[in-house]
């Protein structure tokens, strides 16, 4: 095919993607950061203790450029994703629903935390967030963001996205990344 066949297919919109071709775009933003608290498990572990990080998450999204568009993703709908997914967790001590070691009891007004004794942590509802994790590692919060942002990318990008890796930054120089192939 010459070039300005291609040209005039890609000007109608035919193929609905540029064909054998991937390209990748990322977002890593400052802003696309959340500062939040919370504790691991791990009896002994300084880590137990409560603590907090100002989290930074980025995203990097692979596949065909779809040729109405111009764009693998548009930039704006993954920082959109990006901050729905981040604003609930931002001022708030993550609590990991799937720990087994924990028992966790909420109402109206605060969750309570039954680990190493009854009322081990007790927090405000509004200042809690559940996190369905078994730990609140970067590794898990990456994995658990990433299959979050593959549902939420499904209507405008995700048939089109081959690969997703989105990182965490729990503090610089300290990152979890979760990748997610599939065919195109």
């Not at 193929?15 to 009896?43: C, D, N, R, W």
């Not at 087994?100 to 007004?109: F, G, K, N």
């Not at 369905?132 to 549902?151: D, F, K, N, S």
Request: some cysteine; overall charge negative.
């Amino acid at each position: 095919m010459s070039s300005q066949q291609d040209s005039d297919t890609l000007s109608r919109g035919h193929p609905p993607y540029i064909s054998g071709m991937s390209l990748q775009v990322s977002v890593a933003k400052e802003s696309l950061g959340f500062s939040a608290a919370h504790f691991l498990t791990l009896p002994g572990h300084i880590c137990e203790r409560l603590h907090g990080h100002n989290y930074r998450v980025s995203i990097m999204v692979e596949g065909p450029v779809d040729p109405a568009t111009g764009f693998v993703v548009d930039f704006a709908v993954l920082k959109q994703a990006i901050r729905a997914l981040i604003t609930p967790l931002d001022h708030r001590v993550l609590i990991p629903t799937g720990n087994p070691a924990l028992t966790v009891r909420q109402d109206d007004q605060r969750v309570v935390i039954d680990y190493a004794w009854p009322e081990w942590l007790v927090v405000p509802r509004t200042h809690a967030c559940l996190v369905p994790v078994a730990h609140t590692t970067a590794e898990l919060l990456a994995e658990w963001m990433g299959r979050e942002m593959m549902r939420a990318l499904e209507g405008a990008a995700g048939e089109r996205i081959t690969r997703l890796v989105l990182e965490v930054e729990e503090s610089s120089g300290q990152t979890a990344a979760f990748t997610i192939n599939r065919e195109g």
